[in-house]
């Protein structure tokens, strides 16, 4: 299923950001794309723009604190060019790149109150199918919170009760992805403390560990 700004699979999504667009002329308030090259090894599957984040920039996790957040540990571990997820003008800094890294979510429009409807996840599914589809074989998954995680899974046709979400953990899938679970990186899970930078962290050192190794096995 390829993916479109002008997709209105979803009747409520849409008609949510018309309204947005009406209040907010300046924002994007439109589905939003994938950031990174397709193919990569290494895939992101957040939940969904946010308001003032990606629904404003049109580029995933740009302009929240939750963007801060993943730009700075992808800068940290290589993945990006920049910890900086905006300009000087707080606009997607269109330096920004990414390495072997993409970008995408389960959602791609933004859902009233962040919380997009089952049918809204079901919906979008084909488009996270695709995106999974065009991986190389080995290629990392890490999946920000539950509902990434069971978006991925049925995007494979895999049972949720068969991978549980938890922090940290990390599921070989049949078709030969390596699915990894992190807390999504929202401002609310961090000043509750249930994630902190170190415990981000250690889920992106697990990634880059297993990459350099599936590396190491392609040259040898």
Known sequence: MTFSVDCRRCPRLSEFLDQVRSDHPD???????????A????????LAPGMHGANRTGRPFSGDYAGKLLYSTLHKFGFASSAEPLDAMENANAELHLNNCRITNAVRCLPPQNKPEPAEVKQCNGYLADELAGLP???AVLVLGTVAHQAVLRA???RAKDYPFAHGA???LPGGLMLYDSYHCSRYNTQTKRLNEAMFHAVFSAITGY???LESNLRS
């Open 170 to 172: 990390a599921h070989l």
């Open 137 to 139: 074989h080995g290629a």
């Open 27 to 37: 924002y994007h308030a439109l589905p939003v794309s994938s950031f990174g090259d």
């Open 39 to 46: 193919g990569s090894q290494f895939l992101i599957v957040g």
């Open 156 to 158: 494979q046709n895999l």
């Open 211 to 213: 990459l350099h190794s």
